[in-house]
């Protein structure tokens, strides 16, 4: 089955809002989170990510936070701008040994004015 | 800034035939990688490549799949006798010790 999967395909919210974005995750394994934005005809950019020995990451204007009890990854973004409209995805390690990711379905952020 | 960056941007083949996405991935990337989108779908892991050799790969890359870094600058991904479900986004992606950096894809279109 699926290992990576989000809550929600679509969440729209006004500009300036905070923005949150869920995914569960199956492995109980899994050591490595990394949070993906795919904009428009683009390639996903990294956002992101988290080691599985912290609960909690903060980036500019980003923060990832990871609950290993329940498997649970979110990503909140603080004052939603326009362009932060795009999919939204988590990603694991395919393997945890290795180096390739495995991503979930996303999260369709529109952010309107 | 650098970039991996993916030629051709759109192709269009017929069902049968063969052909071969390029890639130029960040020049002191260790490990590189190939993924596919299917329209509306998520990002799919196909294969790593790591020391000339590979790595990890998916179920999605069967026979019909093979990878190659013919020189020190570009990874190739061939597709032989393409079939229709084989159309996608296909994204090259690198990386040194951590994040992967992702090029911009290329639309292969098999009609």
């Known amino acids: 089955g699926e290992s990576v999967g989000l809550h929600l395909p679509t969440l729209s919210v006004q500009e300036g809002d905070n923005s949150i974005i869920n995914c569960a995750y199956s492995n109980s394994a899994s050591d490595y989170f990394i949070w993906y934005k795919q904009e428009s005809g683009k390639g996903p950019q990294f956002i992101i990510d988290i080691r599985s020995n912290m609960d909690k990451r903060q980036g500019q204007r980003v923060t990832v936070l990871l609950n290993k009890t329940v498997k649970h990854l979110s990503l909140q973004i603080a004052a939603t701008q326009p362009g932060d409209s795009a999919v939204y995805f988590c990603?694991?390690?395919?393997?945890?040994?290795?180096?390739?990711?495995?991503f979930g379905k996303g999260t369709t952020l529109s952010v309107s004015s | 800034e650098p970039e991996v960056t993916q030629t051709p941007s759109h192709q269009v083949t017929q069902m049968g035939q063969e052909v071969i996405l390029r890639c130029v991935p960040i020049s002191n990337h260790l490990y590189f990688y190939w993924y596919r989108q299917i329209l509306g779908q998520k990002v799919e892991f196909l294969v790593s490549f790591y020391n000339n050799e590979i790595s990890e790969k998916s179920e999605i890359f069967d026979d019909q799949f093979s990878v190659e870094r013919p020189d020190g600058s570009n990874f190739t991904l061939k597709i032989r006798s393409t079939k229709l479900e084989d159309s996608a986004m296909y994204f090259c992606?690198?990386?040194?010790?951590?994040?992967?950096?992702f090029g911009q894809g290329t639309r292969l279109t098999v009609v």
């Open positions: 992606a690198s990386s040194r010790d951590g994040e992967a950096f």
């Open positions: 990603a694991e390690k395919y393997n945890q040994a290795g180096t390739a990711l495995i």
